[in-house]
């Protein structure tokens, strides 16, 4: 028995429906079921990751993706797994922008950024996987190893 209520339950129906869609290649749909998620329940955090993520990796919409982050983040800013989300694609977007500048977006910022949430990441002691991940990550952009 589950005691999530039928929004939340919708909304997390709608965020399934996104990733299957998204693994048959249909991101445009894929994004439309992440945002039916975020109507339904506006702090849903994990819709507001995905919004983000595949904002800024499938459709190069970096500052509308890191803007979803942001709001996943503001709905659940002790989540280690979001921080490592939010790490990663500050890095992504961050080497992006080194290759191909973009106004208003500062590769350098970005990059800062990125340390900070992986940083978050590990003091909020995720599971071994992403704990190593982000230490990986880590060590990448500040170039030295990280214990």
Known sequence: MTDE??????????????????????????????????EAAPDFSDAHSYLGSTLITRKGRFADGLEALAQAEAASPDD???????GWCCEFVAHRLSRRPRPGLDPDELYQRAEGHLRR?????????????AKDLLATIIKEDVE
């Open 5 to 38: 209520t039928p929004v939340l339950q919708s909304a997390r129906d709608s965020l399934k429906a996104a990733m299957a869609l998204h693994t048959q290649g249909n991101i445009d749909g894929a994004l439309a079921e992440a945002r039916n998620a975020i």
């Open 80 to 86: 280690p797994t979001l921080q490592y989300t939010l």
């Open 121 to 133: 990441c590990l003091e909020l002691r995720p599971d071994a996987k992403i704990r190593d991940d």
